[in-house]
C-alpha cells in the first residue's frame, strides 16, 4: 500500500487561507469516506483534527475543515494562526481493511 | 482525561526481539479496538496494527506482517505489540492509538516509546 500524496510544504500569511492536499486511488480515499487528518507539532504525539472526511472532533477550532473530491481530500485552515505551523497528516481506510497515511505536509506560518 | 502511555522501547540488534505495552486509562478500555503507529525519526507516519475490542480480530501492515504481533489483556486495560527478527527500517518511534472500530479514525494517541534498531 503506498502513501497517500501530500504536498511537501504548504505557507501562509496569519490569516490567510491554506489548503492541504491528500491524493490517492479508487482503493483509499476514492472508496471510503473514511479520511481523517492530523496536526503534530515538534516532539508531540499526532492530534486528530478532522474525521470521515468533514467532521470536526470536540474542541477543534472550525477553522480546520475537511472536503474530498473523486481520489483527493484536502484540509482547509482558515484565518491561519501562529499555531498552527505543524505538520500534518492525512490518513484513510483501505479496500485492504488497512489504514494508509499520507507524505506529510509542513504547514509554515510566514 | 483518555491518558496513552507507552513503554517497553530500547536499543537492540538486528534479529532482536521486543515487547512494547501501553497503558490505557480515562475511557472503557474493552469498549474499543486500538492500534499502533510507527514514525520512523524526522519521517512520516505509517500503521502498524489493529486490534478489535475483543482480541479476536487483528490486522497488520505488510511491513511488520509474521514479525509482529499485537495483543490485549482488557482486565489490565493494556495494549501491547510483540516485535520479533526486528530490522534497522523497524527503527521508530511507536505510537498506541485508542480507535473505536476498524476504519474510524485514532482519536487519542500515548506519547510514543523509541525503538531503535542498530547493530
Known amino acids: 500500500q503506498s502513501a497517500l500524496t501530500q504536498p511537501a510544504s504548504v505557507s501562509g500569511s496569519p490569516g490567510q487561507s491554506i489548503t492541504i492536499s491528500c491524493t490517492g486511488t479508487?482503493?483509499?480515499?476514492?472508496?471510503?469516506?473514511?479520511v481523517s487528518w492530523y496536526q503534530q507539532h515538534p516532539g508531540k504525539a499526532p492530534k486528530l483534527m478532522i474525521y470521515d472526511v468533514s467532521n470536526r472532533p470536540s474542541g477543534v477550532s472550525n477553522r480546520f475543515s475537511g472536503s474530498k473530491s473523486d481520489n483527493t481530500a484536502s484540509l482547509t485552515i482558515s484565518g491561519l494562526q501562529a499555531e498552527d505551523e505543524a505538520d500534518y497528516y492525512c490518513?484513510?481506510?483501505?479496500?485492504?481493511?488497512?489504514?494508509?497515511f499520507g507524505t506529510g505536509t509542513k504547514v509554515t506560518v510566514l | 482525561e483518555v491518558q496513552l502511555v507507552e513503554s517497553g522501547g530500547g536499543v537492540l540488534r538486528p534479529g532482536g526481539s521486543l515487547r512494547l505495552s501501553c497503558a490505557a486509562s480515562?475511557?472503557?478500555?474493552?469498549?474499543?479496538?486500538m492500534s499502533w503507529v510507527r514514525q520512523a525519526p524526522g519521517k512520516g507516519l505509517e500503521w502498524v496494527s489493529y486490534i478489535d475490542w475483543s482480541g479476536g480480530s487483528t490486522i497488520y501492515a505488510d511491513s511488520v506482517k509474521g514479525r509482529f504481533t499485537i495483543s490485549r489483556d482488557n482486565a489490565k486495560n493494556s495494549l501491547y505489540l510483540q516485535m520479533n527478527s526486528l530490522r534497522a527500517e523497524d527503527t521508530a518511534f511507536y505510537y498506541c492509538a485508542k480507535v473505536r472500530w476498524l476504519a474510524q479514525p485514532f482519536d487519542y494517541w500515548g506519547q510514543g516509546t523509541l525503538v531503535t534498531v542498530s547493530s
Open positions: 490518513s484513510s481506510y483501505t479496500s485492504s481493511s488497512t489504514y494508509v
Open positions: 479508487s482503493s483509499d480515499v476514492g472508496g471510503y469516506n473514511y
Open positions: 480515562g475511557f472503557t478500555f474493552a469498549d474499543y479496538g
